[in-house]
């Protein structure tokens, strides 16, 4: 019986330890988004998409989402409103009038370059310094948390 007090607790320490690790990176998407809002009227999402079209010009719509695992509805509204804001040009693929390409405008990448850098770009950079092995199993724990808990889109 005591065992199993002492396992329990040591599963809910454990617990307790991940899902704070969860609200830190929670906190910090919520705080920076907000003083983001304020310094340059950009959302998280936005400048998300302003990092990705920097390392990756020329990208549609939907390669963009899928490379921000974002549905596409969602992301035309967020490159929508950046067009508006004149931060990014979208024009008509050279070679596929079907297409459209997405870039940075000299404004947008002034905004980019005023802006820290996204959570998401910081969780990615910090994930690429793990080993393999450790990306391996996050990757799999994680996604298999997020199943068995009933929380998975």
Do not use: Y
């Not at 820290?116 to 690429?128: E, K, Q």
Request: charged share 25%; proline share 3%; hydrophobic share 40%.
């Amino acid at each position: 019986m005591g065992t199993n007090v002492g396992s329990r607790t040591a599963e809910h320490l454990n617990a307790d330890g991940a899902l704070a690790s969860l609200r830190s990176v929670i906190r910090t998407f919520n705080v920076l988004t907000k003083k983001l809002e304020r310094r340059l009227g950009l959302s998280g999402a936005q400048l998300e998409v302003l990092e990705c079209l920097r390392d990756h010009p020329g990208l549609s719509l939907s390669d963009l989402a899928t490379r921000s695992s974002t549905d596409l509805s969602t992301m035309s509204v967020v490159v929508g409103r950046l067009v508006d804001r004149g931060l990014v040009f979208r024009q008509q693929a050279a070679d596929d009038k079907r297409r459209g390409e997405l870039t940075l405008t000299p404004a947008g990448e002034e905004v980019l370059d005023q802006a820290p850098p996204s959570v998401p770009s910081r969780l990615r950079a910090g994930f690429a310094k793990l080993a393999d092995t450790e990306r391996t199993a996050l990757t799999t724990l994680l996604q298999r948390w997020v199943t068995v808990a009933g929380v998975r889109r």
